[in-house]
């Protein structure tokens, strides 16, 4: 464990994986901002992060129009990602391996949805097309679309990326830029009426804030509750699966999101699948126990059936992650708390996490530094909404 060099900072952020370093390097890059920034995290291996259990993808096919502005600020993050890090030539460009989603409907109405959905995209300038299983299996002929109507596709700014290199750049740059890191871990909070005066680390040293930020992924309602505040935010499993194929495709696989519940796409020569438990429960913190009967009675059965050349694959490798996840309505609960104003929350992304951080860690920046959201209205992921019942709704949930 490490103390903090000072006795008290502006801003302290709890947590120091994506959303804790997307926020501390995005606070540098405010023009006007010199603030001290202290970012506690309690395991710098991250080994147990939700980021590092990240399947790295981004999407434009959102129903809301905030989700899919904030995606396609993503893609531009990450296709002029040097350029946004200063122009260093020691950071990398990060390629977009835009193969798309594909989502595929079994129902009419699931078609519909789709369908409007898709409408929603093309006004904000996204490139989905909405497909009948025809066109589906003219350019993709190795599905089996038998209970198939339809399916939205996009081969736009949307497939995987390099998360883990654009996090660890984001906290390459923030300590570059004077944010101080320690290994540490929060163990109360000190309240005075509606605010947050300091934060006591678990060897007793007492730390003074200005502003407090909950950046603790799948912790996020443990750290709230610290400072009298809850969050409908909790630690669900999530499994993926790397696989060989026996018969591999002759092109990529999007990132199919089949009705039956499972994900899967290229994984540079082998393939990645992935799901949630048919019961998903919230877990403990420390819950990483993986069942192998998942593979075997939900993932593979669901690949061979859509995918009839993968009914020879074998499993190469596994691992179970956590999602930080909004059990209210599955999207991020940002800002203050009315009762606690420099209390700041970057919340319950349920997922998305890895590819809204560019433009979320930047909001969170500016309404620290300039007490408001300024490049992209992000007021719909109001944090407060959950106490008042009042839903971000959204169809495309996975």
């Known amino acids: 464990m490490q103390t903090p060099t000072l006795s008290s900072y502006d801003v302290v952020i709890i947590g120091g994986a994506i959303y804790g370093s997307s926020v501390a390097w995005w606070l540098t890059q405010m023009e006007g901002f010199d603030g001290t920034v202290l970012v506690v995290e309690r395991d710098p291996t991250y080994q147990f992060a939700s980021t590092s259990h990240t399947n790295s993808c981004i999407r434009q096919q959102f129903s809301n129009p905030t989700n899919i502005s904030v995606s396609q600020f993503g893609a531009q993050f990450i296709r002029n990602f040097r350029d946004f890090m200063g122009g260093d030539e020691e950071v990398p460009h990060l390629p977009l391996q835009s193969y798309g989603y594909m989502y595929l409907a079994d129902t009419p109405e699931f078609a519909q949805t789709l369908k409007d959905a898709q409408q929603v995209q093309s006004r904000l300038g996204a490139a989905t097309k909405h497909m009948s299983a025809e066109q589906i299996a003219a350019d993709y002929p190795f599905y089996n679309l038998e209970d198939i109507y339809a399916g939205n596709h996009n081969l736009v ?28 871990e929060v163990s109360a909070m000190t309240r005075d009426g509606n605010a947050v005066t300091s934060v006591t680390l678990a060897d007793g040293t007492k730390v003074g804030c200005g502003t407090v930020v909950n950046a603790s992924g799948p912790r996020a309602a443990a750290t709230a509750r610290m400072a009298g505040l809850e969050i409908p935010v909790a ?28 994900h899967m796409r290229t994984e540079g020569k082998y393939y990645l699948a992935g799901c949630p438990p048919d019961v998903d429960p919230d877990v403990a913190y420390d819950d990483f126990d993986f069942d192998h009967s998942i593979w075997e009675n939900k993932v593979w059965p669901t690949i061979a059936n859509r995918i009839p050349q993968f009914e020879a694959i074998k499993v190469i490798n596994e691992w179970v992650g ?16 009315d009762s606690c104003p420099n209390f700041i929350f970057v919340n319950g992304f349920s997922g998305h996490g890895l590819q809204q951080s560019p433009a ?3 909001g969170i920046a500016e309404l620290i530094a300039y007490g408001a959201y300024r490049s992209l209205d992000l007021s719909a992921f109001d944090v407060n909404r959950a106490a008042s019942r009042t839903k971000f709704e959204e169809t495309a949930v996975i």
């Open 157 to 184: 700014d949307e497939g995987y990326f390099d998360g883990g290199t654009m996090f660890d750049w984001f906290k390459r740059k923030a300590r570059a830029n004077g944010v101080e890191y320690v290994h540490a």
């Open 235 to 262: 630690p669900r499993k999530r499994y993926t699966f790397i696989f060989d194929a026996a018969q591999p495709l002759d092109r990529d696989l999007p990132l199919t999101i089949d009705p039956g519940g499972v």
């Open 322 to 337: 956590h999602y930080a996840f909004n059990t209210f309505d599955q999207n991020a609960l940002l800002g203050r708390a």
């Open 360 to 362: 979320m860690g930047r």
